[in-house]
């Protein structure tokens, strides 16, 4: 099976860089993509990592481990537009594609 | 562009009464899925499909049914609700290879009382 794990709570001010880390157990899996959700929202898909290292996309990058079993989404130049939830998901490379997504982080962004 | 299309938006049922949600894509993915999302928290799988005719369960499947008889609907079925089934449903589709991106109705907020 798969099971991820995220901070519940990030807080930061406008203009910073925040780091949103997402540890993962996995029995096979593509990648690791990430998902915005705004309150009252559908979630949206951010970004998506393959093959180890960063991915930029904009202000947003996404860094993946598969030796560590880790990754991590980077927020820069925040913007209080970015205080959403953000979710760290797995697709299954063994059973039939399906996805799990972790908890999801509560991101704070104060003027 | 339509995507994921979900109704209702909203739904009160009471305790005991039966419904179904509607899901239609208009991308050709081959995959599906329904999540619910409960307050403060994550998305957790109720059934999926990987095609026309063929369903699963997820992580969470106890009091709902699911169909797959086209590519494009993918209905989800409560049998008898309960209060604990109260929460927020989405619809998603994808394509069924590894990286392609995950496409998300705009939810359905179910209430049984």
């Known amino acids: 099976g798969q099971s991820l794990e995220q901070p519940s709570e990030v807080t930061a001010v406008e203009g910073a860089i925040v780091q949103i880390n997402c540890t993962y157990q996995t029995s096979g899996f593509y990648g690791l993509s990430w998902y915005q959700q705004h309150d009252g929202g559908a979630p949206t898909f951010l970004s998506y990592n393959a093959l180890d290292g960063l991915e930029e996309t904009g202000r947003f990058s996404s860094f993946l481990s598969r030796s560590d079993s880790y990754g991590y989404l980077l927020l820069q130049e925040l913007q209080m537009k970015d205080s959403a939830s953000y979710f760290c998901?797995?697709?299954?490379?063994?059973?039939?594609?399906?996805?799990?997504f972790g908890d999801g982080t509560t991101l704070t962004v104060k003027p | 562009n339509a995507g994921v299309t979900q109704t209702p938006k909203f739904q009160v049922l009471k305790t005991g009464q039966s419904m179904t949600l509607q899901c239609a894509q208009d991308?050709?993915?081959?995959?599906m899925s329904w999540y619910r999302q409960d307050p403060g928290m994550g998305l957790r799988l109720i059934h999926y499909?990987?095609?026309?005719?063929?369903?699963d369960q997820g992580e969470v499947p106890n009091g709902y049914n699911v169909s797959r008889s086209t590519t494009e609907d993918f209905p989800l079925r409560l049998l008898s609700a309960a209060p604990s089934q109260t929460s927020v449903y989405f619809c998603?589709?994808?394509?069924?290879?590894?990286?392609?991106?995950?496409?998300f109705g705009e939810g359905s907020w179910l209430t049984v009382v």
């Open positions: 998603a589709s994808s394509y069924s290879t590894g990286r392609d991106t995950i496409y």
């Open positions: 991308m050709n993915h081959e995959y």
């Open positions: 499909s990987v095609g026309a005719g063929i369903t």
């Open positions: 998901a797995v697709r299954d490379n063994t059973n039939a594609g399906k996805s799990t």
